[in-house]
Each structure stands twice: as C-alpha cells, then as structure tokens.
C-alpha cells in the first residue's frame, strides 16, 4: 500500500471513529457540541487508532527485517524492563506494566531494538495478558528458531482498579517458555538477571 493510500485509509478510520464517539457522548448524557467537547471525539478516534495499530503491522516481519546470520553466541540474550501499554479486551481499559523477553540464539540473532517493536505489535491490539505473553514467545521462537525463549509480562489492569472488584496493588504476571527455559536451572538464571537491578 502507498503511503498516500495507507494516509487516505487512516482519515477514513478516524472520520467513522469519531462520528460513533459523538453518539456515544449522546448516549452518556453529554453534549459533544458544548466547547469542551468539541474536538473529544476525533480525539478519541486518534487515540484509540494508535492504539490499536498492532493490527496493521506484522511481528514476523519486524525480526525478519534484522536478522543476522551465522553468530556463534549461545548464551541467553535478555531485553528486560521494557514498558508495555495495552488495552484489555474485556472493558477497553489500559493494562500497563514490564515485559522481559530471552531467546538463547541458534546461529541467528536479531536487532535489539526488534524486541520492543514486536512487544508494541502485539500489545496494540486489544489483548489479555496471557495470549499476549504467549504471542510474543511464538513470534520470537518461529522467526528466528532459537534454543529457546522466555517471557515475562508484569501488569496492573484498570478494569481491576477502577471498577469491579477496585483493587489498586494487585499486579498479575504472566509466563510462558520453550526449549532450554524450560529446564529449571536456565529458568532461574533468566529469573535472576530480570531480578537484577544493574548500574548502568
């Protein structure tokens, strides 16, 4: 898609989004026309276009894009602390926490910064957090077929704070692995260094 179709698609998205959220206003009880509200709901549409943009974009793509051949390195390359921003897919409330991602490379690594980039494709979506931090696993292990990989999420969900049960301190944390992480001593290790607080 050329850059002037894709930019025509995305107005489109945000002209329709923002009519439904001026009906939405109605229905709440607002006014959408009072000067507050006047530019809320192509507001919103924008917002909510960007976050969910994961649907237009592919994990497996960003890793391909970097792939680097023939390295010799076997030992466990971590990218912890990586910030994540969701929207769960119950109420369409923010879930927000840590991610931290390990593969222990098989003659194929990638870029760094790819890890983030696939984090941010699969949490632009609307999500929960368990399909969520197995995503991230399988696009990590199918692309670049590694001995192994590991996956940590540590979030706080919003539907749980503002409403429901209203409990503010509960974090809920996810894991999944394949291949060596899932052998107890390489799992701990991996545990022991996103422990770490590093001087940096």
């Not at 000067?35 to 592919?58: D, I, S």
């Not at 390195?73 to 409330?93: A, F, G, P, R, T």
């Not at 540590?154 to 429901?164: T, V």
Request: charged share 30%; glycine share 6%; net charge positive.
């Amino acid at each position: 898609m050329t850059k002037k179709k894709s930019f025509s698609k995305k107005n489109e998205k945000i002209k329709k989004l923002s009519e439904h959220y001026v009906e939405i206003l109605k229905i709440i009880g607002e006014n959408p026309y009072r000067e507050g509200l006047l530019k809320t709901p192509e507001r919103m549409a924008k917002a909510l276009h960007f976050l969910t943009q994961g649907y237009e974009k592919e994990g497996d793509e960003i890793i391909k894009s970097a792939i680097f051949h023939r390295e010799d390195y076997q030992q466990m390359v971590v990218v912890k602390d990586m910030e994540l921003y969701s929207l769960c897919e119950h109420h369409i409330l923010p879930f927000f926490g840590r991610v931290h991602v390990a593969y222990i490379p098989n003659k194929k690594i990638t870029g760094l910064s790819k890890i983030p980039r696939v984090v941010n494709v699969y949490a632009r979506k609307l999500q929960v957090q368990e399909r969520l931090t197995t995503e991230i696993k399988k696009c990590i292990h199918r692309t670049l077929n590694p001995l192994g990989v590991a996956v940590v999420i540590e979030a706080r969900h919003l539907c749980m704070c503002m409403r429901g049960v209203e409990n503010q301190n509960a974090v809920t944390v996810t894991s999944d692995f394949i291949g060596g992480f899932e052998r107890k001593a390489t799992r701990e290790e991996f545990f022991d260094i996103i422990g770490k607080k590093f001087n940096l």
